[in-house]
C-alpha cells in the first residue's frame, strides 16, 4: 500500500496487515485507495470518521461448508461464502459465483467492488458478494440441482429481501436461481423475492437477462458519444461468451457495430466481417441450452484460436471484456492498441490488470471501468427488487428504459468526479471518487 500511504499521509500499513488480503482484494483496494486520496485529504468529516478504512472490513464473511450427493452416490464437500460487505446504502446486493476458481479472495475483490459500483447505480442498495468453490461444468442438471439445494440450506438463514439480495455471477443463472429460490421457498414459506435474476414464472424481471451485456454497451456508445463519435460501424471484440458477453454482442449489432471476436475459457473465436444475427441466435441456444463449447461450434466466415484469448487476433476500434477477472493483462493491453482499440469498457469486474489500465492511460485510451460499465446488471436486479416488493409486473420496454438512464447518469457521474489523464476522461477515478463520496456521507451520517 505505499502509494497509498505515500499520496494520502495516513498509514494504514497496520490495518492492512490486519487485513491480510490477498491478491485480487489488494489490487482493488490499491485502485481505489489511489482515486479517492484526495477526496479524503481535502474532507475533514471522513478523515475523522475513519470512512476508508471502515469501507475495508466487510460487516461480516460467512463460510459454510455445502455438502451434497452425485449421480454416482458419492458424498461431494464444497466450500460456501457469502460476505455482506456493507448494507449503509441498503440490502446487501451482489451475484453468487459458482467457479472451482473461486476463493475467499475471489469474492472479498467482487464484495468490494460491488460496493462502489451499487452506490453509482443511485438504487438503495448495499454490497456483497457470494458463491462455491462448486464447479458445474460436467455435472448433470440433478447434481447442479442438489448443489443449490445444499447451498442454499444455509445461505436461507442469511438472507432476506430488506437484508441481504443475491443474484447471479459466473456459474449462476437462471437456472441455478431457479433452484437456489425454490428450495428457500420451500424452506422459509416466502416468495419474497429474495434472489434476483430469478426465472419469469418465479417472479424474474423481464430485461434483467440482457441487462448487464446492454449496459455495457450503453456505457461503451456514452463514452464515444462524449468524443463526437458513435457506435455505428464499429469493430467490437467481445471476449467471454456468457450472459454478459452474449447480451453485450446483441445490442452492440442491433445498434450497427461488428462483433469480431468471442471466446470461452477453451480459446476464442474470430469473425472476418462480423457475426451474423443467425450466427447469434445460434450461439445464444447453443451456449444457454446445450452448454456447448466454443470449439465445437461451427459456422462460416469464422475461425478457432484454441487457448487463445481474443485481444490480438483481429483490428477493431472496441473492446468489451466480458469473461472474467486479470484476462487483459499487460501485453494483452499493448495488442489492443496495436490492433487499433480506442474505446476499452468491462463487462466483466476488473478484467484488466493494474498494468494493463497504466498502457490504457499512457496510450491515451478510454477506459470504462466494470464498477460503471457493468452497473447496468445490478441497477435491473434493483428493478426486479421494486416489482417484486409491489407485486406488480413491469414490461421489458420499462426495465430496458430505465436501464438507458441509469448507465447514461452513471456516464455523467463518472465525468462530474473526473479528472483529465492525457487528454482523455479518467473514467476508472471517476468512477471511485462518484462512489466513495455516496458511501462515505452515509458512513458519517450513521454515526460510529
Ligand atoms: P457466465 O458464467 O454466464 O459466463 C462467463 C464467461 O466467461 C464464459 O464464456 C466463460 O467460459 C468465460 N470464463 C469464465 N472464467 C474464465 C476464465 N478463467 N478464463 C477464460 N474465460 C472464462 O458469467 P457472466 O457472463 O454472468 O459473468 C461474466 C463477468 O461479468 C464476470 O466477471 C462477472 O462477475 C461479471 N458481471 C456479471 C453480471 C451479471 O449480471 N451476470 C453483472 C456484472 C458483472 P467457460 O464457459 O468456458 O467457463
Ligand atoms: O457483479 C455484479 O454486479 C453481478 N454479478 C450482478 C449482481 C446483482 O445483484 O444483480
Redesign the pocket.
Known sequence: MTTMTSACNYDLSSLIDVINPGPLYRSAIEEVAESVCPVIESNKAYQQARVFERLLIPDRVIRFRVEWVNDAGGVEVNFGWRIEHTNVLGPYKG?L?F?P?VTEDTLHF?AYEQCFKNALTGQPIGGGKGGSNFNP?GKSDNEVMRFCQAFMRELQRHIGPSVDVP???????GREIGYLYGQYMKITKQRDGVMT?KPLGLGGLLGRTE??GYGTVTFAEEMLKHNGDSIDGKRVMI???????LYAAELAMEKGAHVVTM????GSISFEKGMTSEQLVELIEY?EVQRG?LANWKGEGMSYHPEARPWSLVDADVALP????H?VEKDDAAALVDRGVKVVAE???M?CTHQARSVFHYKGIVFGP?KAA?AG??ATSCFEMSQNASHSTWTKEQSLDKLTGVMVDIHEQCVSNAPMVNGVVDYGTGADRGGFIKLADAIVAMGV
Open positions: 451475484g459465483r467457479h476458481s467482487l461444468k443474484a447471479g455471477d459466473i456459474g449462476v443463472g435474476g441487462a448487464t471476449s467471454g461468451s456468457g450472459n454478459v458477453a471466446s470461452d475459457s477453451g451456449k463449447r466480458c469473461a472474467t477477472q484476462e463487462g466483466a469486474n478484467p466494470g457493468n446488471g445490478v
